[in-house]
């Protein structure tokens, strides 16, 4: 079954809301979780690393006023992109990194398409 | 310069014939590890095959089996027997070291089409 969880798989919005998705660690706590994001026929590039009880770490050339991460608990995540623009319609997709060093698999959330109006 | 190199956008393949998706990577790391996933157009990530750095031999899962050439750096994934429900996006990843975020990369990747 699935080790990730993510919501909605699918949002459409209008110009100027905000919206929020979470992302669930099913199987196992998660002090560490990341969000990507992938453009049409692109690659997922990474956007930011959220980390339980502390601020999120932002990649450079992402603003971390727009899209706000929490880490509520540890197995929580939510990304919200605020005052959303057609511009961030987009493929959201998280992720949670394995327990340990002895597990070699990086656990992906199904992902969410966001398209803004 | 990038990090994983795909140099195939596209690849056409009759349906059960074998392909081979390439993957070049990049790093002064000793201890990496690198991935291949699968993307159908739902856009899920699904995890196919892992390689550590340190692994002598070629890993395999199922139909799935992974080329690896330490010195040349390449990681090409081959499937066998393609069937219709491979065609999809498929990415290689790299993790420098052991952890992931900014040190997990991913290629371009390459659109797999299986022909009937």
């Known amino acids: 079954g699935a080790v990730v969880s993510q919501h909605p798989s699918w949002v459409i919005c209008k110009s100027g809301t905000s919206v929020k998705i979470e992302c669930r660690s099913l199987?196992?706590?998660?002090?560490?979780m990341f969000w990507y994001r992938q453009f049409p026929k692109q690659s997922l590039m990474l956007m930011a690393t959220?980390?339980?009880?502390?601020?999120?770490?932002?990649e450079q050339g992402v603003e971390k006023d727009k899209f706000l991460i929490n880490h509520a608990s540890l197995t929580l995540s939510t990304l919200t992109v605020t005052s959303a623009h057609p511009e961030d319609s987009s493929f959201y997709i998280c992720?949670?990194?394995?327990?340990?060093?002895?597990?070699?698999?990086?656990?992906f959330g199904a992902g969410t398409r966001l398209s803004v109006l | 310069a990038q990090k994983i190199t795909q140099t195939q956008p596209g690849m056409f393949v009759q349906e059960k014939e074998a392909v081979t998706l390439d993957c070049t990577y990049d790093?002064?790391?000793?201890?990496?590890?690198l991935f291949w996933y699968k993307q159908p157009s739902s856009g899920e990530m699904i995890f196919l095959i892992y390689?550590?750095?340190?692994?002598?031999q070629n890993a395999t899962e199922g139909r799935y089996s992974l080329n690896f050439q330490k010195a040349r750096k390449s990681a090409n994934l081959v499937i066998s027997a393609s069937q219709l429900g491979d065609s999809a996006m498929y990415f290689c990843?790299?993790?420098?070291?052991?952890?992931?975020?900014?040190?997990?990369?991913f290629g371009p990747g390459t659109r797999l089409s299986v022909l009937p």
């Open positions: 990843a790299m993790r420098e070291g052991y952890n992931y975020g900014q040190n997990f990369v």
């Open positions: 959220s980390n339980e009880g502390s601020k999120a770490t932002y």
């Open positions: 199987d196992f706590q998660a002090t560490t």
């Open positions: 790093t002064s790391d000793q201890s990496y590890g």
């Open positions: 992720s949670v990194p394995p327990p340990g060093l002895a597990k070699n698999i990086q656990y």
């Open positions: 390689q550590g750095s340190y692994d002598e």
